[in-house]
């Protein structure tokens, strides 16, 4: 059902820059802001990154977001072992009247 | 502070109909801005969302399960409930429930800026005979 494109994996060493892509289309990212999610194992996804590149209090200014077309990416800088995780992409499609999600990326921190 | 839960049957058999309920607390549905998605997560795979409502009353739901599925404000002001029909092994997973902000445009009368902020901690429910 994914209508938005994700790597299915990242990696990167401690203290490394990884970037996470996220591909769709003009009537969702093309036209919409962009919601990043971190899910840790066995727990519910937690707001990272809302409206794009705005951060929630509380979240780390190691991770940001940008978009540009119909594509965004959510870049994490500093890598720590707890970042591993699975990074899901959302907006939503005007076209379709729907929230859409991407299929997710599991990062491995090595 | 802004919470959300889920409650409901963690077994269901097949054919039968699965109702999941979330509580909120910590914001309003009647906020002209704030609504509640139902998002679920078969184990080991992607979320998947279901369905949102809005203070207007205002539904969207996907068009996979469209015909199964119903969404509606619960008899308490701060419940959001969700009904799938004729569940099958499929419909195993996590259900999530999650509050939905959005911006109005007044220009247009659209809505914009879908931000899915704050989330329950998920019900796990199986199907199975």
């Known amino acids: 059902q994914s209508a938005l494109t994700q790597p299915p994996s990242a990696s990167g060493t401690p203290g490394q820059r990884v970037s996470i892509s996220c591909s769709g289309g003009?009537?969702?990212?093309?036209?919409?802001?962009v919601n990043w999610f971190q899910q840790l194992p066995g727990m519910a996804p937690r707001l990272l990154i809302y409206?794009?590149?705005d951060r929630p209090s509380g979240v780390p200014d190691r991770f940001t977001g940008s978009k540009s077309g119909t594509s965004a990416s959510l870049a994490i800088s500093g890598l720590q072992s707890d970042d591993e995780a699975n990074y899901y992409c959302?907006?939503?499609?005007?076209?379709?009247?729907?929230?859409?999600f991407g299929g997710g990326t599991k990062l491995t921190v090595l | 502070q802004v919470t959300l839960k889920e409650s409901g049957p963690a077994l269901v058999k097949p054919t039968e109909t699965l109702t999941l309920t979330c509580t909120v607390s910590?914001?309003?549905?009647?906020?002209?801005?704030?609504?509640v998605s139902w998002i679920r997560q078969p184990p080991g795979k992607a979320l998947e969302w279901l369905a949102h409502?809005?203070?207007?009353?205002?539904?969207s739901s996907s068009p996979f399960l469209k015909s199964r599925l119903s969404i509606s404000k619960g008899t308490s002001k701060s419940q959001v409930v969700l009904s799938l029909t004729n569940v099958h092994p499929v419909d195993s997973g996590t259900y999530f429930c999650?509050?939905?902000?959005?911006?109005?445009?007044?220009?247009?009368?659209?809505?914009?800026?879908?931000?899915?902020?704050?989330w329950g901690p998920g019900t796990t429910v199986t199907v199975s005979s």
């Open positions: 409502i809005f203070s207007n009353d205002e539904i």
């Open positions: 910590g914001f309003s549905l009647n906020s002209i801005r704030m609504g």
């Open positions: 959302a907006t939503w499609d005007d076209s379709l009247n729907i929230m859409l």
């Open positions: 003009s009537s969702n990212i093309g036209s919409q802001t």
């Open positions: 999650a509050r939905t902000t959005r911006m109005h445009d007044i220009l247009t009368g659209g809505y914009h800026s879908y931000d899915v902020d704050f």
């Open positions: 409206n794009n590149n």
